[in-house]
């Protein structure tokens, strides 16, 4: 069966569409999700004396979890633990808020190992997302007391898996090659 309507392809931002689109999914989740508590989360980095931002970190909050969309320090900026405070403040914010979880995504040319060092792990990943490049997907709980069962993790499938309790140093989460 066929429905009559006209479709339009534009690449002009469209804010009346938009809005259209996300209150009806909105509305369609709700029912299963409650509310979902979206707020903006960003940090503005300044140089001392300069009003123009420098960098930052751009995310949010939504069913709970922090989404940090962006991330970005000019070079100058960088290797001095600014980022990780960047990270650790959105962290902290979300807590406050009631989150569980925060995610994010990186390149493979880009910021991988140091969300790593900070206790997010991939849990997917895109091929040729830039051609030639991988774009992949980490995540880290927040809800768990430091040392006391933060290790849960999720799988592709969306099961639940959790470190063995005899070696919870030894656990990582669901295999999936690197390049």
């Known amino acids: 069966m066929s429905v009559a309507a006209e479709i339009t392809l534009t690449e002009i931002e469209d804010e009346p569409a938009a809005k259209v689109v996300e209150d009806g999914l909105i509305a369609f989740n709700e029912p299963f999700t409650g509310p979902h508590g979206y707020r903006p989360l960003n940090l503005v980095v300044r140089r001392p004396g300069e009003a123009a931002p420098a960098g930052g970190l751009i995310g949010c909050t939504v069913h709970r979890w922090l989404h940090v969309r962006l991330l970005w320090l000019p070079e100058d900026l960088r290797r001095g633990g600014l980022g990780t405070t960047l990270i650790r403040r959105a962290e902290a914010e979300a807590r ?60 592709l499938d969306g099961k639940a898996s959790a470190p063995p309790a005899s070696s919870p140093s030894a656990w990582s989460p669901t295999p999936w090659r690197s390049r």
């Open 96 to 155: 406050a808020r009631g989150c569980i979880a925060a995610w994010l995504d990186t390149f493979s040319f880009q910021a991988r190992p140091f969300y790593e060092a900070l206790g997010y792990a991939a849990f997917g990943a895109l091929e040729d997302q830039p051609p030639g490049h991988r774009r992949h997907f980490l995540m880290k709980r927040l809800d768990a007391a430091p040392g006391g069962g933060g290790d849960r993790m999720f799988r």
